[in-house]
Each structure stands twice: as C-alpha cells, then as structure tokens.
C-alpha cells in the first residue's frame, strides 16, 4: 500500500466518505449486530437468566418479573425522564433522516435490519448523532441479558463469497459467526491465520514498538532479551525511521518470540498454541 497517487488518473484509492472515525464505525457495527441477534428475547422479555424465573420459553430464557419487563418496556418503547425516546422511537426517527419508508409500528429487528443495510448510512450527517443515542441505549440494554457480559469480539471481514459482514462472537466463544449471512468459522482457525499474516510480514517497528505490539499480542518479552537478539545477529536491522532510531521486521521478532518459522501452515500454528495454552 502507498499513499503516492495512481498514476491512472481517476483511478485512484476511492475517498472515505465516512463521517465516523474507524472506532466509532466498530462500535456502531456491534451495536447494530447486538441489536440483530438479541432483540427477538428483548421484546418477548425472555431476560430474565439472572431472577431464577423461567416459567416458559425455551432454553434458559423464561419470562421476566413484571418490575423488569416494565423497566424493559420503557427502554424500548417509551420516551425517557429527559423527553428522548426509547429504542423505537429513536430507530423510527433515524429511519426517516435516512429516507427508509416505514411505518412507526415496524418490529424493532426490522427497523435495525434496514438501518444497518443502508448503503450510504456511515456518510449520512444523521448517523453520528444517532449511533451515539443508540449505543446509549444498547449500554442500558445489555444489562437485562445475564449471559451477555458485552465481550463481543469482531474477527474480521466474513470471507463469504459477496457477503459485506463482518465475524464476531464472545470473548470466550469457539466460533465467530457473521449475522450477515450466517457463515461460521472456528475463532482458532481464525487466530492461526492472523499469526501467520503476522509471520510474513513486511512491517519494521522501533525496539519499544515491537515490545508494546508483542504485549499487546499477550506475550511478555524483557528488554534484555531483545538485546540479546539484536546483539547475536538473530534480529538484524532494517534501517531507520526519520529520528535516527533502529528500526526492525516485526515478523522476525514475532517468529524468536513465538519459535514458529516463516513457512509455518495454518495446522502447525494451532497446535501451538492448543500446546501453549495447556503449559
């Protein structure tokens, strides 16, 4: 990737038009998501795992005390102490900046489903406003579900031949699933892959920035370690940035750190860390 311009003209990178920055288009993304999977129990009131009240429905749902579904209801449908309105009102406005033509009565997932599918809504000079009211809402939301601790993780583009979602699930889960169109995939075959883009890459990094990255990554390595390799030749230098400071490929650190090769598959980096995980 470069930042020079194409040299066919008018066929250049097409501009972000987005009105969002990358995080608060995430959070938007997993707001709508939420929203998505779990409305159908909301507005039935099947939220109540945490009160040990389960007199119908299936699985762990049951029916939530009436103190609960109230609180719920206003949630949903009614407008607050501050005049602003529940998740409903709020979709049916943000629907109507949008040009969706659809009656205020419209099941909320609906609502959600055609908000989240709007070709132009990170562009649109409503969506900030309304994204913030409702990531509000969902905040408050997530709360009446007692086994969503809010921990959904986004893995990525779904690979789906056409399919524009994106994979997510639990912190904890073993499969990340696209809402989108339903495609799964194992959260370890998922990390495997990520490594070993990790593994082939080109990118050079500071010796803090290549031990902040690596801690993020949820590996420890001490500085004296890291001198040690550049000092025998096993982390050779890649030039320097533009302060005169040494610069490095991160996928060589990554490879001493982790003791995987270049070349390691897919299989060989999951039995890795299905063998790390039970040291």
Known sequence: MTDAPS???G????????????????QLSNDLQWLERNLPDLTEYRINRAYGHKNGGGGNAGTAPAPVRETLHDLLYADDDHGYPGLQGTLYEWMRSLKINLPESTPLSDMVHRIANHPKLVEHPSTPVYAELVHSLVRKLRRFLADDDGETVLY??????????QLSGYADAATAKCPKCGFSMPVALIRAERVKRLLQSDAVRTRGELLDIIKA???????STLRSWIHRGQLPQQGEDSYSNPLYRFSDFYRLTTGLSENADVWEIMQAAQNQSKD
């Open 7 to 9: 040299m066919l003209i």
């Open 11 to 26: 066929h250049g990178i097409p501009e972000n038009r987005s009105l969002l920055c990358a995080w608060h288009e995430r």
């Open 156 to 165: 990525g583009p779904c690979p789906a031949n056409g399919c524009l979602g």
């Open 217 to 223: 990554c949820g590996m420890h390595v001490n500085r």
